[in-house]
């Protein structure tokens, strides 16, 4: 286990409640940041930067060497892995677009080995532990199978989520077969991760709230329970952690029945609740809104403050409940770092 | 107060438990109706649609007609306030644009006075309501004001609401101008509708759920709380439904504090939660998935089973959780009825 680990951010993971919190952002690594503006212009796509190693290790780095976070995450997509199995993607100001996947033959199409053409994100691994200091945790990722199905089969952000939703409740057999691939590539992606020197991973369900409970257990809890099985067999140390945004009353369901280790908090997770219902399960990660980091000054200050009154007597991870905002001023997050440390 | 109306809607609202709930769909008056569509076709713009009494009054008509719900619905938008108040607001392909409000000068630019504005509004009540049956009610509605005040700020639909609630979260106080004013003006709004004639309203808090716990508070239960409370002195026995959508673990406080009569559900809310947290405080309506009803067959029978087994047995209003969906068979719906008769 890993227990006195020298990486706070494991530390607390592991169940310890520590003095100060350790602390990352979801997306710490990106636009806010000049020296990340100035790497990115350096690739053409997007695609082509996050599977170019030397510069997303870059700005897997940046951050850390800013701020000195407790972790750095890999600078990476959830929809690589879309990509991967063969769903041609693009990225636009409005979002990711794929052709979206026709039921049948959409799915018959997809290439159950093509997993194996992200190779470079596990040397992008590989490059960015052997640069960070040792007691700084490199968290792998992936999209949890509900979100980048949802992206897969609407083919973008979606307003109702209609097509994914109507596939499932409609054939749930035929979506079934949609999802167990992606637990397939899942598991065989964040093992890859594990094994080119992650410490930790993190399942986004970016789209977990927008299912009703039943729906929400079969799609969203159990494919998760699977993959954490799964890894767990293979790495039994390697904590996982569970981040099922919007998922509101039924994050407390999620907490016990989804095999995580740590549960990511969104913004709009009450402190009493996660405090009285989820802390009392699992360690619990979040839940700044990235408005008041964007904000700074007395606002972050006092919300800070709030949300390690609530949770820092326990097993506690400071973070975002959302990514970083883009117009976020660099600064706002030099400021949180020294509130942090008191 | 209500007590034993001929509106069955109303007996419901009052906390009647009934053998079959009334029902009534957000929505339904709508781009899934050929009616709809032939009538829409007769008007320029969206707005001027909404502005045209007589065809306001049929849209609103036309979803009774064919399949007998225990509501209407006053067919209209939650930014006509917003436009009345001297905002210009069109509808695109996207949604609604608006030209987003500066915080200080476009706050002075509002017209206060601008709601008179919407006295076609108040005919439409008046035409529905004299065309309607006894026992059919008639439902008005507002958008909530942090909603509009969303809308106003952020110009149309976000994606990380960091224009409203950067202004929020920096200037409590100025921010609390435009509330202020847009509680006056949704209490004005409302007043009039009721004097026309409408027998419940609605309150629309569609971004309710982008809020952590303290900002919830103040700028979604105490809005709305002024709200219930001056109608209430004018109008005591109008029932006040609110509909806070996404607020999660917060609808249990909202429920408590906000001063409604009843609560809208969204269609994530879990109905262990819902029975068992809610319906013993106020009178719910909800939850039915709208890609539940586009898909019908047993997936539509089987969610409409589930939702009446949780709550049918206390005071209940059958609705979905958000609105229908314009890919939305209209015999779907004619099936909902048939099943709630049952």
Redesign the interface.
């Given at each position: 286990m890993a227990g006195k680990s020298a990486k706070r951010l494991l530390r607390a993971l592991a169940g310890d409640a520590m003095p100060t919190p350790p602390w990352w952002l979801m997306r710490q690594a990106g636009r806010y940041l000049p020296e990340y503006r100035a790497l990115r212009a350096r690739a053409g796509s997007f695609i082509e930067f996050c599977l170019s190693p030397a510069l997303a290790a870059e700005a897997t780095l940046q951050p850390v060497r800013r701020f000195g976070m407790d972790a750095a995450i890999l600078f990476s997509d959830i929809l690589l892995v879309a990509q991967a199995l063969g769903q041609p993607l693009d990225y636009t100001d409005d979002g990711p677009r794929l052709a979206p996947l026709a039921p049948e033959s959409g799915l018959r199409a997809l290439r159950r080995d093509g997993i194996a053409a992200l190779a470079p994100v596990y040397e992008t691994v590989r490059l960015a532990r052997a640069a960070l200091p040792a007691e700084v945790a490199l968290i792998g990722f992936a999209g949890a199978p509900w979100t980048v199905a949802t992206y897969m089969v609407e083919g973008g952000a979606s307003r109702?989520?209609?097509r994914v939703?109507?596939w499932a409740?409609?054939d749930p057999g035929g979506f079934a077969a949609l999802m167990n691939l992606l637990v397939e590539a899942t598991v065989a992606y964040l093992a890859e991760q594990i094994v080119a020197g992650v410490d930790a991973v993190q399942l986004f369900d970016s789209w977990a709230?927008?299912?009703?409970?039943?729906?929400?257990v079969r799609w969203v809890i159990q494919p998760t329970k699977e993959i954490a099985l799964r890894l767990k067999r293979r790495f039994p140390a390697m904590p996982i952690i569970g981040f099922p945004r919007?998922?509101?009353?039924?994050?407390e369901?999620y907490a016990a029945e989804s095999g995580v280790d740590a549960l990511g908090l969104d913004?709009?997770?009450?402190?009493?609740?996660a405090r009285d219902r989820l802390q009392t399960k699992l360690p619990v990660q979040g839940?700044l809104?990235?408005?008041?980091l964007?904000?700074g000054g007395r606002?972050l200050e006092e919300?800070v403050a709030?949300i390690r009154d609530a949770l820092g007597d326990g097993a506690f991870v400071f973070n975002l409940?959302?990514g970083v905002?883009p117009?976020t001023p660099p600064e706002n997050i030099a400021a949180l770092s020294r509130l942090l440390a008191q």
């Open positions: 109702d989520y209609h939703k109507g409740y409609r709230g927008v299912l009703p409970e039943a729906e929400f919007g998922a509101g009353v039924l994050y369901r913004t709009t997770v009450s402190l009493a609740f839940n809104d990235p408005v008041a964007f904000v606002v919300a709030t409940g959302h905002l117009q």
